[in-house]
Every structure is written in structure tokens, then in C-alpha cells.
């Protein structure tokens, strides 16, 4: 694993889609819900897998035309990390915030 590093706003909004959903995401998904550009989304979900805060995978879904998506979701590391961090940007007590699945 690699660590993070600097944590910007990109960051921060990826980490809130993902902390709300109750499913993993694709990467087209979290470029609309974030309205950040794709060349700040892709590498972002790259680096947030290398620290371990991610995972990632190929959707098999036969039925749906059109190309495979890669779908993300968050670790329990990831998880614990992306609502210490959302509440501090936020400027909240990490004990505000809604409690994750550990």
C-alpha cells in the first residue's frame, strides 16, 4: 500500500459518493456525481486503491450492452479513513458523522 498524501476537495467528494452508497460505483457514476472531469477522478480512484482505500473490480454484467465497467467501492480502512477525513473538511467531530460498517 501506498500512502495518500495530499488530500484535496476531488478527493473529499469522491470519498462522500462513495461513503453514501450502498453499492460500488463506476467510474462514469462518480465523475456525474461529483461533477469533477474524468482526468481527476480516474487517476484519484487509482491512488485512493494503492493507499488501500478502494477496491475495484470488472463488472460481468451479460445483460447490459455496451462496454465492461470498473466498479468501485470503499474498504473498511477506506471507510474509517473517508468519514475522519469528510468530517474534518467539513469541520465536524468524526463522531457526528453517521457511523460506517466496520
Given at each position: 500500500?501506498?500512502?495518500?498524501?495530499?488530500?484535496?476537495?476531488?478527493?473529499?467528494?469522491?470519498?462522500?459518493?462513495?461513503?453514501?452508497?450502498?453499492?460500488?460505483?463506476?467510474?462514469l457514476?462518480?465523475?456525474?456525481?461529483?461533477?469533477r472531469?474524468?482526468?481527476?477522478?480516474?487517476?484519484?480512484?487509482?491512488?485512493?486503491?494503492?493507499?488501500?482505500?478502494?477496491?475495484?473490480?470488472?463488472?460481468?454484467?451479460?445483460?447490459?450492452r455496451?462496454?465492461?465497467?470498473?466498479?468501485?467501492?470503499?474498504?473498511?480502512?477506506?471507510?474509517?479513513?473517508?468519514?475522519?477525513?469528510?468530517?474534518?473538511?467539513?469541520?465536524?467531530?468524526?463522531?457526528?458523522r453517521p457511523?460506517?460498517?466496520?
Amino acid at each position: 500500500m501506498e500512502p495518500l498524501g495530499r488530500i484535496g476537495r476531488a478527493t473529499v467528494d469522491v470519498l462522500a459518493v462513495l461513503l453514501e452508497s450502498d453499492r460500488p460505483r463506476w467510474g462514469l457514476e462518480l465523475i456525474k456525481l461529483t461533477g469533477r472531469p474524468s482526468g481527476s477522478v480516474y487517476p484519484l480512484l487509482d491512488r485512493l486503491e494503492r493507499a488501500g482505500w478502494v477496491t475495484s473490480e470488472w463488472d460481468d454484467d451479460s445483460d447490459r450492452r455496451g462496454p465492461r465497467r470498473r466498479t468501485y467501492a470503499l474498504t473498511p480502512e477506506g471507510a474509517r479513513e473517508a468519514v475522519r477525513v469528510c468530517a474534518r473538511k467539513a469541520g465536524l467531530a468524526p463522531s457526528t458523522r453517521p457511523e460506517v460498517a466496520r
